[in-house]
């Protein structure tokens, strides 16, 4: 089945930096990538997404890129905020409906 | 918009006992509904994913013996973890969406079990 993977298990950038969170996944049938963000205690928060057919989406400070050759996406955010610290999951979603996630990579942006 | 409720937010159950645990989608059709647990300090495991009309389809570890899951309509899901232990704590997720091509899942605020 698929696996996805996220590289970086912590990230810490200065307040104002660009942060870029790597994903990669195994199967090839993907062909929707959805990012949510996790804070403290909290549930999954919608961030972005982009679908296979395009391989860069933006939207405000996030943009995601995806390289389907390399079978790897990932999350780019710009002037970072102390607001952006919160867990970042990436994941994966065939046809099948089925959504397999990474391990989350701990975003932490110091002020 | 679209909304999910997932309550209770939080309980904690006596080591062997089961607890229930239900959604409610709002504002759209929820003909698909994935459960997924986050055990602590790890990423968030697919339990079964649930379409009207379907069967249920369980993931490895995770069986409808363990986990009954109800379905009944385009608006609310139901999962219960029978004879609960330590190993189930964590935090239980319901996602929804419309139908499998519109991709975007909408999670509720999650269900806390804690194991006694």
């Known amino acids: 089945g698929e696996k996805v993977e996220q590289h970086q298990s912590t990230l810490s950038v200065r307040e104002g930096d660009s942060a870029v969170i790597n994903c990669t996944y195994t199967d090839t049938a993907s062909s929707y990538f959805p990012w949510y963000k996790q804070e403290a205690g909290k549930s999954l928060h919608f961030v972005i997404d982009?679908?296979?057919?395009?391989d860069r989406k933006q939207s405000q400070r996030l943009t995601v890129l995806l390289d389907k050759k390399a079978k790897r996406f990932s999350l780019h955010i710009t002037a970072t905020q102390p607001e952006d610290s919160a867990i970042y999951f990436c994941a994966a979603n065939t046809n099948t409906g089925k959504l397999t996630f990474g391990d989350g990579t701990v975003l932490t942006v110091k002020p | 918009g679209a909304l999910v409720y997932q309550y209770p937010r939080r309980t904690i159950c006596k080591s062997g006992t089961s607890m229930r645990m239900e959604c409610q989608a709002v504002g759209f059709q929820a003909t698909s509904v994935a459960w997924y647990r986050q055990s602590p300090q790890k990423t968030f495991e697919l339990i079964a994913l649930?379409?009207?009309?379907?069967?249920?389809?369980?993931e490895q570890n995770f069986t409808q013996e363990k986990f009954p899951i109800s379905h009944p309509n385009l608006s609310f899901s139901s999962m219960t973890v029978l004879n609960a232990y330590l190993e189930d704590r964590g935090l239980y997720l319901c996602?929804?969406?419309?139908?499998?091509?519109?991709?975007?899942?909408?999670f509720g605020h999650g269900t806390k079990l804690s194991v006694l």
């Open positions: 649930s379409t009207v009309n379907s069967a249920i389809k369980y």
């Open positions: 996602g929804a969406r419309e139908t499998i091509s519109n991709e975007r899942l909408f």
């Open positions: 982009i679908r296979s057919n395009v």
